[in-house]
């Protein structure tokens, strides 16, 4: 079973950068795809970003590409979400969730099996 703890978050100014984390137990993290979803109060968990289990494929929602980066450390079974300029409605809960597969990188939230606790991330105008 796997456990998968975020950090990083925090409150930043609008045009700012944070750097979450998300570290997992488990040897066979690495053999699965890791995605980031995010909820703000009152709307649905939306997805964020996702990488395959080599790394070599990444996608993106469409409000962040070209701000945020994902990327993984398979050494120390960690994912990371680099985001930079941020805009006031990033403000969310941000999860990361490891897929079923090595390869899934869609937003489906019922292809991720095991979700973290979240990390709060508020962007001030």
């Known amino acids: 079973q796997a456990q998968l703890v975020e950090s990083g978050g925090g409150l930043v100014q609008a045009g700012g950068s944070l750097r979450l984390s998300c570290a997992a137990s488990?040897?066979?993290?690495?053999?699965?795809?890791v995605g980031w979803f995010r909820q703000a109060p009152g709307k649905d968990r939306e997805f964020v970003a996702a990488?395959?289990?080599?790394?070599?494929?990444?996608d993106y929602a469409d409000s962040v590409k070209g701000r945020f980066t994902i990327s993984r450390d398979s050494a120390k079974n960690t994912v990371y979400l680099q985001m930079n300029s941020l805009k006031p409605e990033d403000t969310a809960v941000y999860y990361c969730?490891?897929?079923?597969?090595?390869?899934?990188?869609?937003?489906?939230?019922?292809?991720?099996?095991?979700w973290g606790q979240g990390t709060q991330v508020t962007v001030s105008s």
């Open positions: 990488i395959t289990w080599g790394g070599g494929t990444t």
């Open positions: 488990g040897r066979t993290f690495n053999a699965y795809a």
């Open positions: 969730a490891r897929a079923g597969s090595s390869w899934y990188t869609g937003p489906r939230t019922d292809e991720y099996d095991y």
